[in-house]
């Protein structure tokens, strides 16, 4: 896997993390019932609603960044800190957070970013429910990434059907150009790197990269996937690197920036031309584009190769992944509440 903004091949290296266990496929996530087994002792000590009330408002407090819970510039959003696993699942569920839609049907999800993983999530032993909060941690990251990539191919879209542009326009389009690696007027070209990434794509690697958030390079560094950067002190170094190595695991402030960042390799990099030649072509004829269709363009991801490509797609389908690539964010203004209503 390329460092982030790299260039030439990539380096391929084992999806095996420190810990060994992103290469493992684990079971089905369970069902909403799967949040009864979470850490909640402390709450047993509340006597009554008013001091249940008072627990989670205290909780909340700590974990959220502004008064009312909500984001400057999204007032339907919300970056949270969680220390601790009790902490995640109790703002899962004042913010009502349930993926157990029916089918295939579209399901909407609040708009919480983690900033990082609970300290003690390696020490969550029940496998079931660390895949779902696994699931719930990382899909909004996705969805918000995908987001902020949807704006700016709107806005191509609207500039490839003007026949003169405004000198903010030359600009935005200038600097488009400069980040997703093409000429300025390949505007077709331009098009095909800015687009949207599978959210049961990026779910499947995240999870195989990270060992479902066990890594040590997810824990201390917000490395979801595994990317590799050659520039000291970038990084974390991992235990087993070969001798005379130096490439390190790159480290990021947020989990969001790791996912940027996998996403952004994914639209520039060499060796995923054929993933983004692929994605064009059934985006020009699905309503939705698969996970799994993309997947085999997955082989340059990894030494494992046409082996990689097989757990990604196994992740994928004992963990009904795909039925995510139709996930919304959930519309309108909402606040987290002590009782669990929004």
């Known amino acids: 896997m390329p460092a982030s903004g790299a ?47 008072v627990l989670y408002a205290v909780a909340l407090i700590g ?14 959003a919300a970056e949270i800190t969680a220390p601790r696993l009790a ?3 109790t703002t899962f569920r004042a913010a009502r957070y349930d993926l157990d839609g029916p089918g295939d049907e579209p399901m909407e999800v609040p708009r919480l970013l983690l900033r990082s993983l609970p300290q003690d999530w390696a020490t969550l032993d029940d496998i079931d429910l660390r895949k779902a909060l696994f699931v719930r941690t990382v899909l909004p990251l996705v969805l918000e990434a995908n987001r902020a ?13 003007r026949r003169s542009l405004s000198k903010e326009e030359q600009a935005w389009l200038a600097d488009a150009a400069d980040r997703y690696g093409t000429a300025a007027d390949d505007l077709d070209g331009l098009l095909i790197r800015i687009d949207e990434v599978p959210p049961s794509l990026a779910l499947a690697q995240a999870a195989l990269e990270s060992g479902w958030g066990t890594s040590r390079f997810a824990r201390q ?5 595994g990317q590799w950067s050659w520039a000291p002190g970038s990084g974390l170094v991992p235990a087993e690197r070969e001798e005379g190595a130096t490439h390190e695991i790159k480290t990021f402030d947020r989990l969001s920036d790791s996912v940027r960042s996998y996403m952004h390799t994914l639209n520039t990099h060499a060796a995923y031309e054929q993933f983004r030649t692929e994605r064009a072509r059934f985006r020009a004829t699905m309503p939705v584009v698969r996970g799994a269709v993309l997947a085999p363009t997955m082989l340059k991801y990894s030494q494992e ?15 009904r992944l795909e039925r995510f690539d139709l996930v919304r964010f959930r519309q309108g203004r909402w606040v987290l509440e002590p009782d669990g209503s929004t």
């Open 7 to 53: 260039s030439g091949s990539p380096r391929l290296r084992p999806t095996r993390s420190d810990n060994g266990h992103s290469s493992r496929i684990q079971p089905a996530l369970s069902s909403s019932d799967d949040f009864r087994a979470a850490p909640a002792s402390w709450l047993a000590a509340a006597a009554g609603l008013a001091a249940v009330a």
């Open 63 to 76: 974990l959220l960044p502004d008064d009312d819970f909500l984001r400057p510039e999204g007032r339907n």
């Open 87 to 89: 902490n995640l699942v």
């Open 149 to 161: 990539i949807w704006r700016d191919r709107r806005r191509l879209r609207q500039i490839r059907n």
């Open 221 to 225: 560094g917000n490395a979801l996937f």
């Open 305 to 319: 190769r046409e082996i990689y490509v097989r757990k990604i797609l196994t992740v994928i389908r004992a963990n």
